[in-house]
Nanobody, 124 residues
Framework: QVQLVESGGGLVQAGGSLRLSCAAS????????MGWFRQARGMQREFVGA????????YYAESVKGRFTISRDNAKNTVYLQMNSLKPEDTAVYYC?????????????????WGQGTQVTVSS
């Protein structure tokens, strides 16, 4: 089992940047596909992006492609979500999640472990 803790959220102006971190304990992250999801108030949780176990492959939702980047440092057991050119519609609670399978999954149900989330607020 792996425990995930997100950090790095906060308030930023539109056009700004934030980097979220997801630190893992309990198991090494290199054995998991890592995903990021977000949930805006009153909305369903949605897929943001995911990284393969090695980090060589990534996949992003169209809404964030070209602005967000996932990276991972397996030695530090940490995954990052770099968010640039932020928009007010990016405001949400952001969650990282770990998937024991071998292929990137864009659905919530495909992930086995979740962090508690970190709030990102983008002001206009």
């Amino acid at each position: 089992q792996v425990q995930l803790v997100e950090s790095g959220g906060g308030l930023v102006q539109a056009g700004g940047s934030l980097r979220l971190s997801c630190a893992a304990s309990g198991r090494t992250l290199s054995t998991y596909i890592m995903g990021w999801f977000r949930q805006a108030r009153g909305m369903q949780r949605e897929f943001v992006g995911a990284s393969s176990r090695s980090g060589f492959s990534t996949y992003y939702a169209e809404s964030v492609k070209g602005r967000f980047t996932i990276s991972r440092d397996n030695a530090k057991n940490t995954v990052y979500l770099q968010m640039n050119s932020l928009k007010p519609e990016d405001t949400a609670v952001y969650y990282c999640a770990a998937d024991r399978s071998t292929a990137i999954d864009t659905t919530e149900g495909g992930y086995d472990y979740w962090g508690q989330g970190t709030q990102v607020t983008v002001s206009s």
